[in-house]
């Protein structure tokens, strides 16, 4: 699976183009444009544009078929990807925002745990706690196993060296650019869909504490592995405000995200 994860994307990296800045909370919020290719992550405001390889979609088409079980009806005219591979990384967005429709935060979280072990074979997380008890052995082959496979899901990612309890550990990640955020503009996708309910999965279900630190002012993120993460009330993304220029869910009179309050 390794192996397919490092063929199925292929990054078009962005030139400089002309974007509008608007400053809000501590960052500054800037309109999309697709960037043409150059060879990194996009900049802020604009959008980095994938080459996305056939295993790429199948991964993607996968999740969302699972996600489109919990989802909202589509809008009036439109009908449901069916086939796997119908689905591009816009499609999985968008259902990904449907199944947020209507549910709590605990609802979209219980829906992604529900989604993740749908999609692994009975009795896996028990023989993941096995194969890999929380050592930083095990911490730093995660880590490892995380650039490419979720390359298609975050985008580039490098292994990066980081301090728990005063021990050095090469199990943190650095995701350049999330391409999840990217996508989705929204901070309450970004907190109940996917930092949350992974920190949850790796550390109460395969027994492997996991620590995500998103970066809203540059759509960064830090994965930690053998970290354990903070309550939800002590994190600092959950007192962020909306992304209130380019989320089509955003509530800009919030001072924090309306769906981290829900």
């Not at 993607?60 to 069916?82: D, I, N, Q, V, Y």
């Not at 979280?109 to 749908?118: D, H, T």
């Not at 995660?142 to 990066?160: D, I, K, Q």
Request: charged share 20%; glycine share 6%; net charge positive.
């Amino acid at each position: 699976m390794v192996a397919l994860g490092l063929q199925a994307t292929h990054l078009i990296a962005p030139q400089k183009l002309p974007i509008r800045k608007q400053r809000t909370f501590s960052n500054i919020i800037i309109r999309c444009s697709i960037a043409e290719p150059s060879g990194e992550p996009a900049s802020l405001g604009q959008k980095t544009k994938y080459n996305d390889g056939l295993f790429a979609k199948a991964f993607m088409g996968l999740f969302a078929r699972k996600m489109e079980k919990f989802a909202a009806s589509p809008k009036a005219g439109t009908e449901p990807k069916k086939g796997v591979f119908d689905y591009d990384y816009e499609s999985f967005v968008e259902v990904s925002k449907r199944v947020m429709q209507g549910r709590s935060r605990l609802q979209q979280q219980q829906v992604v745990r529900q989604v993740l072990l749908s999609m692994l074979p009975p009795g896996a997380p028990a023989q993941f706690r096995k194969l890999f008890p929380p050592t930083k052995w095990a911490a730093e082959f995660n880590a490892a196993l995380t650039v490419p496979f979720f390359y298609w899901l975050v985008g580039p990612s490098e292994v990066v060296e980081v301090e728990i309890n005063g021990v050095k550990q090469k199990s943190g990640v650095h995701i350049k650019k999330c391409r999840y955020l990217e996508n989705s503009g929204c901070v309450g996708m970004c907190v109940n869909m996917c930092k949350i309910p992974t920190q949850d999965f790796f550390t109460n279900e395969f027994g492997l504490p996991l620590t995500m630190i998103p970066n809203f002012e540059d759509m960064s993120c830090e994965m930690v592995y053998g970290q354990v993460p903070p309550s939800f009330e002590e994190d600092e993304a959950s007192k962020q405000p909306c992304f209130a220029e380019i989320c089509s869910m955003a509530n800009p009179k919030s001072s924090v995200c309306h769906k981290l309050q829900a």
